[in-house]
């Protein structure tokens, strides 16, 4: 129930931010909708007037007008539709956009990247539909009820016989309604699993090509092709029935309001006229054709709003108010841990005290929670128990400008956003330390000492265009990248968290990199998630994660005595 009211907030949302243009098109159809209801009428004003002998062209020219109305709420109700479905197709991707921004990483996590860009561009089109399919779906009905009136003031026998076959219709097109909705929501979970499959596929071509797995990778990433295959057939299948069903029943349907006229005419109910507008009434009432097509509208912008509604039910990770007190980056952990989705421990009880200004290496083998520990550390995501503190302050309560002033993270396959390279290592920084240079202007003083601490400004030099490069057009190396990835972080004021983001780099810049973040001019706490024994020796304490728990926090000189310490490094050496 939670979902669905969701997802119906979600509708009514949309259709809110139609603004203008949607308030526009309800007023377009309602006025098409009285015009063609009122045309009837008047042609059967006119036959009557023609027959009676009166040769006044009062009634034709009204009907001309009323057809001249019909045409221009058409073109009106199209563009307002258009309009109103972009604005709010623009809004709902926004919306969903930031949210999954301000989300807790691992929610994030849990959807594919592929998957989320689906509900992104196709969903979100489809539900920013929703205003113009409520719209013009509540005017759609009004020209069938309005025949029945129109019918049961004419001869009370017409309205019946036209209400009696629209109640048969109604129930055929619920049916409808029920299947189809079904379908197109297995049609969009499908098309999403596949969208993600083949994300991850692209993510790793170089080792599929490396593997030779090529057609096995083809065959995984459109297994679901047949399902997606079968949803999409019924979907059309149910549509033609419908389809079908009208077309049955609205033929039948006229030529029993047609028979029923005619009798009603020959027994002086009716005049000609009114047979006229009750023939009229009768095609306008079983036309049902619009009404079908804006509940398929209808149906899948709902489908489309549940799929968005999911990653929007995740609360928001919500932002503290309070800036940063005066410190150097005092860093402590307090009974945190981390649970996986299946409720297993990551992280358990973890009590951690990282002096300001120092430099804490977390070592442990594979899975022990090392970058969980990262994460938490620099509330890329919070733990389920405990708390972080930053020079006392819990990292929940921070400004979110404040933490990201102050906290910096470097990764092992860094990501590099940015439309230049200048971009991608400025990404945080104020907007004037970070714009990118014009064509001639030299890269910003921030971003330009980032860079040579990094060791990555002599690799920039040599690139086409300098710091000016598109980063999609940069010939970078892995090690490369993480060095722009370590650049990048090296805005952080007081904390600088590197999580294995050394992996890639040869000896000795790894070296000249440690002495930049290490010497005594450096100036920040360092926690570095590392698998190597020499930056493991360098730090000045080395925390120890075994398990999920943290094990021993001690001089890696001190640690190395311990035979199970040296196999966290695979080393079988003696004690240091």
């Known amino acids: 129930m939670r979902t669905l009211a969701g997802e119906d907030r979600l509708l009514f949302r949309v259709v809110r931010d139609g603004g203008g243009w949607t308030a526009m098109l309800v007023v377009v159809a309602l006025a098409g909708a009285a015009a063609e209801l009122a045309l009837p009428a008047v042609l059967g004003l006119a036959v009557d007037a023609a027959v009676g002998g009166d040769a006044s062209p009062r009634w034709p020219v009204v009907a001309c007008g009323l057809v001249v109305t019909l045409l221009v709420t058409d073109v009106l109700g199209d563009l307002a539709g258009g309009y109103g479905a972009a604005r709010a197709t623009a809004r709902l991707r926004r919306r969903l956009l930031r949210h999954l921004f301000a989300l807790d990483v691992r929610a994030v996590r849990r959807y594919p990247v592929g998957d989320l860009v689906g509900r992104l561009a196709g969903q979100a089109a489809d539900a920013g539909q929703a205003g113009t399919a409520v719209a013009l779906g509540g005017i759609a009905v009004l020209p069938p009820l309005g025949s029945v009136v129109a019918l049961f003031l004419l001869e009370p026998v017409l309205g019946l016989t036209l209400l009696a076959g629209l109640t048969v219709l109604t129930v055929l097109m619920a049916t409808f309604v029920t299947d189809a909705s079904a379908a197109v929501t297995g049609y969009q979970r499908v098309l999403g699993t596949i969208a993600g499959r083949l994300q991850e596929a692209l993510g790793g071509s170089r080792t599929i090509a490396a593997a ?56 002086g109910w009716l005049t000609p006229g009114q047979l006229v507008a009750a023939v009229q009434y009768a095609a306008l009432g079983a036309g049902l054709g619009a009404v079908l097509a804006t509940l398929n509208r209808l149906v899948r912008s709902r489908a489309a709003a549940r799929r968005i509604a999911e990653p929007l039910s995740f609360p928001a990770r919500p932002d503290g108010d309070e800036p940063l007190p005066p410190g150097d980056g005092h860093l402590r952990l307090r009974g945190v841990g981390v649970r996986a989705d299946d409720d297993l421990p990551i992280l358990d009880a973890i009590d951690l005290d990282i002096p300001a200004g120092s430099t804490v290496a977390v070592v442990g083998r594979s899975g022990a929670g090392k970058s969980a520990l990262a994460a938490v550390a620099g509330r890329l ?29 470097a990764f092992d396959r860094p990501v590099l956003v940015g439309e230049t390279v200048h971009a991608a290592i400025g990404l945080g920084l104020p907007e004037r330390s970070a714009r990118p240079p014009s064509t001639d202007a030299p890269a910003t003083a921030a971003v330009l000492a980032a860079a040579r601490a990094a060791q990555i400004d002599g690799v920039v030099d040599r690139l086409p265009d300098g710091f000016r490069t598109r980063t999609v057009d940069a010939p970078l190396s892995g090690g490369e990248t993480q060095r722009l990835g370590l650049a990048r972080a090296f805005h952080a ?84």
């Open 493 to 576: 004021e007081r904390l600088l968290i590197l999580d294995d983001a050394t992996s890639s780099l040869d000896t000795a810049t790894e070296h000249r990199i440690s002495r930049a973040l290490t010497g005594p001019d450096a100036g920040r706490t360092r926690l570095v998630v590392t698998h190597r024994v020499a930056t493991a020796a360098t730090a000045d304490l080395v925390a120890w994660l075994d398990g999920g728990r943290l094990r021993a926090v001690a001089p890696h000189r001190r640690l190395w005595a311990d035979p199970d310490y040296r196999a966290v490094f695979g080393c079988e050496g003696v004690p240091r």
């Open 212 to 267: 030779g797995t090529a057609d096995l990778e083809r065959d995984r990433v459109l297994a679901a092709l047949p399902q997606l295959r079968n949803h999409g057939r019924l979907g059309w299948q149910l549509l033609a029935r419908a389809n079908a069903r009208v077309a049955a029943v609205a033929p039948l349907l006229q030529v029993a309001v047609v028979a029923v006229g005619g009798y009603a005419l020959t027994v």
């Open 381 to 409: 995501y919070d733990p389920d128990t405990g708390e972080v503190l930053l020079d006392g302050v819990p990292l929940t309560r921070l400004d979110r400008a404040a933490l990201r002033r102050a906290v910096g993270h």
